[in-house]
């Protein structure tokens, strides 16, 4: 039996309208929705592979356990077997420790995030992590809501497009970012929206913009400044705006009143000129869009960086209206996710949150643990033990800084559970592997953008593969079997909860795929914004009263030519890491053939200048070290880069090494990082770009190779 029915893609954090061709039980064929608003019919190189990671050979299929005693390797179990000796270990721990000891891991922006926040608050665990919150969105979700009361994000779906579009740290027609579909800002650019790009990368998106500002990694509120600074000076701010809607103008203009471009260009690299014509296209041409993304975030002064461009975005006043800046709506309830259940003294205990207040004190938007204090905590037992953890979908030991630390952390555990698509090298480290359901075999709602939730969609499962089970199922079950609060409930019932105030209950949604609800502009006008003030808080009473600074400023990044001048000398380079690639989401699609063909190995990019200083040609592997690890990679030299930055993938581990392990250590750029501090002091990042790094021409990988982490990390 053939039959294709509407869904929505979640390889990436998603929103790609697709229809599912199944056929006696297999995806077969996986197309764009010609008819959603949010793609109009065109998929990624990724979604439209979605067949081919359903039924890939090396799925995971059924629960395994490692089997006791020196032989190792795996024994198939039953659902049954692993949940009952999974509950009961868990069970033994908390017990023995209490709740704390045990932590939940999760990955970016999946289907169970917030069941896995769920089920963490009704275990009575602060300790849950994921590796992108502090380093990934928690400064721009956290800032904008101080700031703006409420998420902030560009309109693509109206009949107005933008006017300019302000690409900051953000690649989105190749990352389709939190929700975002690149086509829909490349259909803008297209209809004659103007682009301007910040990015130490001439990009796939800043080729399609006008300007392009090249700045040293970590310089972003320094140029920041100086724009609104110019913009300031020369009155191109809309006064009216300002006047009537923003709170702190002038304390901003004093602040940065000594913030001229001349000040500027030293630090960032970017000529005054250029600053000065960024600040005027971007304050003459609205509506106005600011398209942020994750390289303003993954530095240690990413509160202070965000907030200097939340504060930009005021000036120019384009909130809220057609083409705009749209001010979220999120028209589903909130998810249950049980916040009520965890006790203040188990809150109070979050590993980090004393320190890092918008990260995990009462303050933050989704209190988390901060991972490296957590990790630390299961190597040491300081503050007090973590013995357990279960991981639903993470590949900790590719996307966490220092993975040689992450393995050590994980090596101490008295239980390691991961529930995974394929085995990784994370999940090699495992007592227990339970194989995840993937998308289309999952059922969701999703409301999409994320941040206003103008578009309602159903995800139906459509199909199974071998014992996969969806990541709320093995949570309910091991809830049950824990007998957690609220337990009981159908999952159903958690995705009728979330539709109510739609008006459009849960079977009627199954019928119809998708909803849509209009957006309701300028929504201010009536109420204010939904900050203390009424206003858009330029200068936040909220941070100062937390112990942060209420104006954003500069810091210099801890190990830049500038502040580490002595290190420079050996390592002459700004390394960033993790400039997203098509082929791949994360960790993951190294084993899918038809993605790994377009894209075979790691890559490194170089400007021309540095491949002749270094001798090195397109094409060649290449050893790149920081003080902390060495890694290879193929260089690929490209004029389209700040002459001097490299700028590595992240993410990359060998499935077809002789062991999933075996493969994490050749190209993993997490070698090169580090989690000690400094760390942003309200969030806690750590950095994963902006360090200093060192290159030498390296021998090629052997495809069977086995690597092991370089125990001196400084011969290169
Ligand atoms: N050096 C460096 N490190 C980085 C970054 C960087 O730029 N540079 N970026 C950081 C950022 S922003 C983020 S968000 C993180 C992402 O880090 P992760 O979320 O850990 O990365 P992924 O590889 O996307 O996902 C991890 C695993 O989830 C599995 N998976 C996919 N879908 C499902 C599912 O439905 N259920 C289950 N159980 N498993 C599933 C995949 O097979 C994969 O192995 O990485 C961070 N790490
Ligand atoms: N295909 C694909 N899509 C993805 C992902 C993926 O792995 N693959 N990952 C997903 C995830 S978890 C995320 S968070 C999003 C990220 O989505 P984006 O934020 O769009 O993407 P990135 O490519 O990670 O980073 C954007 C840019 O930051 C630049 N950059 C590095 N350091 C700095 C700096 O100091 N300042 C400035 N201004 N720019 C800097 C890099 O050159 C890069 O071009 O993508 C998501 N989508
Ligand atoms: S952009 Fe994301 S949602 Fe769209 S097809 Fe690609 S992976 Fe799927
Ligand atoms: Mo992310």
Redesign the pocket.
Known sequence: MRRTQRSVCRICHGGCGALVTVEDGRVVKVVGDRDSPMNQGWMCVKGLRTPEIANHPDRLEWPRRRRPGKAGGWERVSWEAALDEIAERVAAIRDRLGPEAIALGQ??G???YMHVVRFANALGTPNWY???LA??FIPRVTVSNLTYGGYVTGDYYGDTPPACILFWGSNPLVSNPDGKIGIAIRRALDRGAVGIAVDPRRHETARRCELWLGLRPGTDAALALAMIQVIIAERRYDAEFVARWTQGFDALAAHVADCTPAWAAPITGVAPELIVEAARRYAALRPAVLEWG?GIE?NVNALQTVRALACLRALVGSIDVPGGELLSMQRMRAYPTLAEQLPREQARKRLGAERFKLLGGWRAYMPSAHIPTLFAAMRTGEPYPVKGLLV?????L????NARAVRRSLECLDLLVV????M?PTAELADFVLP????PE?EQVIGYPLATGNLVYHQPALTRRGECRP?EWIIDQLSRRLGLPDSERPFEAVMAHQLEPTGVGLDQLRRQGVLRLPHRYRKYETRGFRTPSRRIELYSKALERLGYDPLPSHVEPPESPRSRPDLARDYPYVLI??SRRREF????HRQVAGLRRRAPDPRAQLHPEVARAEGIADGDWIAIATPRGRIRMRAEITPEINPEVVSID??WWFPEAPSALAGAWRAN??LL?SDAPPYDPAFGTYQ??GLLCRLAPASAPAAAEIDEPDDDPARA
């Open positions: 990955g970016t999946r289907h169970h994921e590796p992108g380093q990934c994750v993954q639903f979908g993470n590949n900790a590719a996307t966490v800084a529930s995974e698509l394929f990784t995840a359901a993937f998308w999952v990541d890491t993790g989401f994360n960790s993951e992240h993410g750029a997490n990082t994963l770009r």
